[in-house]
């Protein structure tokens, strides 16, 4: 099962046994604070995939941090972490799960034939393992005594100002606090920049903060990403790479994409195709950089909500969004990234930040120009309006696929497929009931069960678009 995921930490496996239980973590060398994955007393055992970043005392790992608060709180430890992670926890009694809030971090879990309990942090650990695999939802504890629970974070006061200029000065606050909790133990070594306001926002903080990393994009020759990531790197400063690939290295990609994503969903796999591009170049420089992922749920950067006809239809979809974003978009960014190893930090995922962004009024968020366009992100594009260039503060938000140029290529390289069926009535329903909406898609499809013959992976298949 280790080996089948080595790639989420290639540096160091720790392996933890006990009656009735064994456990093995994975961890890549980044800081003392990180650790390697695992702690253990003599009564508890605490496995951890991701970061926590809560006050601890000197020279506590964040497995030591999980492993004391577990002590302190009990089953409800989770509710009291900040930050990323997945959990599990063996007391000797029984085995405890817990996951984020957001669902950054993934968990799977299911039962062998003889009735034992296995889980991983991502499901093609458990191919051939188990038939009965299901995701741990974001917010949630599973105990092998008690079952399902789900659990309340614990956000931190916001103190909401009344104006929007004061607001978007709070708001600055809150999320350059938040690049610097990723710096502080100086793991990071480079910084995703699509050009887009995101990456960007989160490059400017970074730099602000005194952070001399470079600066990674990639994508196809043309692609609208690079000239905005070239504006950007200039006007900052700091070192740019580029990585720019072609419609044959997508091809050869997309097999790679579809087993690391775990999914078949057109719109992720394609994300998943650049993300895997991009973390191939950073592997160059790190293994660990700052991502913008989180910014289009909490701060309504998607076109779809100006389409809807009032704040409370627009707030309902961007609860709906930020729900189903631990197995879309944060799905896609994990995957792609540690498929290279590289351990990614999502300032926007930050508990305080997703405390001060729920708070925001809609209207701050989608914003009426006095022209009548619908401006998304409006409040974050005044936040850090100094510190950008005035063609990235007006950027209209793209997908990072079409960004890159990823996008229009893939119908084209679906159809160059030998051996795949006609694309009709018969072909586009899944075994599992799933409806394929395109040549691509059922493309990507049997991929997918090539890699995931048993049809409890399938259930585990998010889709992005809502409307799909």
């Known amino acids: 099962m280790l080996k089948a995921i080595k790639h989420r930490g290639p540096n160091s496996m720790r392996l933890h046994r006990a009656d009735?239980?064994?456990g093995g973590a994975l961890a890549s060398n980044l800081s003392k604070a990180r650790g390697e994955g695992s702690a253990q007393?003599?009564?508890?055992?605490?496995?951890?995939?991701?970061?926590?970043?809560?006050?601890?005392?000197?020279?506590?790992s964040d497995a030591q941090v999980v492993l004391r608060l577990y002590h302190q709180y009990g089953r409800t430890f989770a509710s009291h972490l900040e930050g990323v992670f997945a959990c599990a926890i063996?007391?000797?009694?029984?085995?405890?799960?817990?996951?984020d809030a957001v669902g950054v971090r993934p968990m799977y879990w299911g039962t062998t034939e003889d009735d034992c309990l296995c889980f991983a942090s991502e499901a093609k650990a458990l191919v051939g393992v188990c038939?009965?695999?299901t995701e741990l939802p974001p917010g949630t504890t599973y105990s092998s005594s008690t079952g399902l629970a789900a659990y309340l974070p614990h956000y931190p006061p916001v103190v909401m100002p009344e104006t929007l200029e004061n607001t978007a000065k709070a708001l600055r606050k809150c999320m350059t606090e938040a690049v610097a909790r990723r710096l502080e133990d100086g793991a990071v070594g480079a910084c995703l920049l699509s050009g887009g306001l995101d990456s960007s926002i989160?490059?400017?903080?970074?730099?602000?903060?005194?952070a001399d990393i470079p600066l990674i994009t990639v994508g196809m020759d043309g692609a609208p990403d690079l000239e905005n990531a070239r504006i950007m790197a200039e006007h900052l400063g700091m070192a740019h790479h580029v990585f720019l690939y072609d419609a044959e290295q997508i091809r050869q990609s997309v097999p790679r994409a579809v087993y690391m994503l775990e999914s078949f969903d057109e719109d992720c796999v394609s994300g998943a195709i650049s993300n895997l591009f991009a973390s191939q170049k950073a592997s160059e420089y790190t293994n660990c950089i700052l991502s913008g992922e989180g910014g289009d749920e909490l701060f309504g950067g998607y076109h779809l909500l100006k389409d809807l006809p009032g704040e409370a239809e627009q707030l309902k979809m961007m609860d709906r969004l930020i729900a189903i974003a631990y197995n879309t978009a944060v799905q896609r960014l994990d995957r792609a990234m540690m498929g290279n190893s590289i351990t990614y930090r999502t300032p926007f995922i930050d508990t305080a930040v997703i405390a001060f962004a729920l708070q925001l009024p809609v209207r701050w968020k989608i914003h009426a120009a006095a022209d009548g366009?619908?401006?998304?992100?409006?409040?974050?594009?005044?936040?850090?309006?100094?510190?950008l260039p005035e063609r990235i503060y007006r950027r209209e938000k793209l997908r990072f696929?079409?960004?890159?140029?990823?996008?229009?290529?893939?119908?084209d390289v679906a159809d160059g497929q030998a051996d795949m069926p006609a694309f009709d009535e018969s072909s586009r329903t899944t075994a599992e009931g799933y409806t394929l909406n395109s040549p691509k898609e059922l493309w990507y499809y049997r991929l997918?069960?090539?890699?995931?013959?048993?049809?409890?992976?399938e259930n585990l298949v998010g889709r992005w678009d809502p409307d799909k």
């Open 373 to 387: 366009r619908l401006v998304e992100k409006y409040i974050l594009r005044e936040a850090f309006k100094d510190l």
């Open 202 to 210: 989160i490059a400017a903080a970074a730099k602000e903060l005194g």
């Open 90 to 99: 063996f007391d000797g009694d029984s085995v405890l799960l817990a996951r």
């Open 41 to 60: 007393d003599s009564t508890t055992t605490v496995l951890v995939d991701g970061e926590v970043y809560n006050e601890r005392e000197d020279g506590e």
């Open 20 to 22: 009735r239980f064994c």
């Open 131 to 133: 038939d009965d695999v």
């Open 401 to 411: 696929s079409a960004g890159t140029g990823t996008d229009n290529l893939m119908d």
């Open 448 to 457: 997918f069960k090539e890699k995931f013959p048993a049809p409890c992976f």
